[in-house]
C-alpha cells in the first residue's frame, strides 16, 4: 500500500507539469516551425500569445486532472483499509467462540468519510487563499 501511494503522489505532482504541456504542445510545434531572421522574438511571441490565451483553460484542466488523480487514490485506500480492517476483526473476532459475525461498522465508516471530506474541504479552503 505504501508504495501504491508513493508511486500515486510522485505521478499526482507530475500533473500539472503534463497538463501544461498537453495545452502548450500546439505552439510549441508552431514555433519550431519558424525559419528566418527574429527567429527568437517570433518564437517567444508564439509562446507568450499562446500561453496567455489559454492560461484560464490551462489552469482549470491542470486542477481537474490533478484533482481527479488524488480523489482515485483517495478512494483506492479507503477501500483497501476498509477491506484490510474487516480482514483484521474477522481474524480478531475468530478467538473467541460464537463472536464470528462482525459488528456493523456502517454508521461509523460513514461518520469517518464525511469528517475526511470536511478536512480536504478546508485543506483546499486554505490552499486556495
Not at 18 to 26: A, D, E, G, T
Amino acid at each position: 500500500m505504501e508504495n501504491y501511494i508513493i508511486e500515486k503522489k510522485k505521478s499526482i505532482y507530475r500533473s500539472p507539469a503534463k497538463s501544461v504541456q498537453h495545452y502548450m504542445k500546439p505552439a510549441y510545434e508552431e514555433a519550431s516551425q519558424k525559419k528566418g531572421s527574429k527567429l527568437q522574438k517570433e518564437m517567444k511571441r508564439i509562446l507568450t500569445t499562446h500561453l496567455e490565451t489559454h492560461k484560464s483553460a490551462m489552469f482549470t484542466y491542470a486542477v481537474g486532472k490533478t484533482m481527479k488523480e488524488f480523489n482515485e487514490m483517495k478512494a483506492h485506500v479507503e477501500r483497501k483499509l476498509e477491506t484490510e480492517l474487516r480482514k483484521a476483526l474477522k481474524l480478531g473476532l475468530a478467538q473467541w467462540p460464537g463472536h464470528t459475525i462482525l459488528p456493523d461498522f456502517t454508521e461509523e465508516l460513514k461518520d469517518m468519510i464525511e469528517k475526511s471530506n470536511e478536512i480536504d474541504s478546508i485543506r483546499m479552503g486554505l490552499e486556495c487563499d
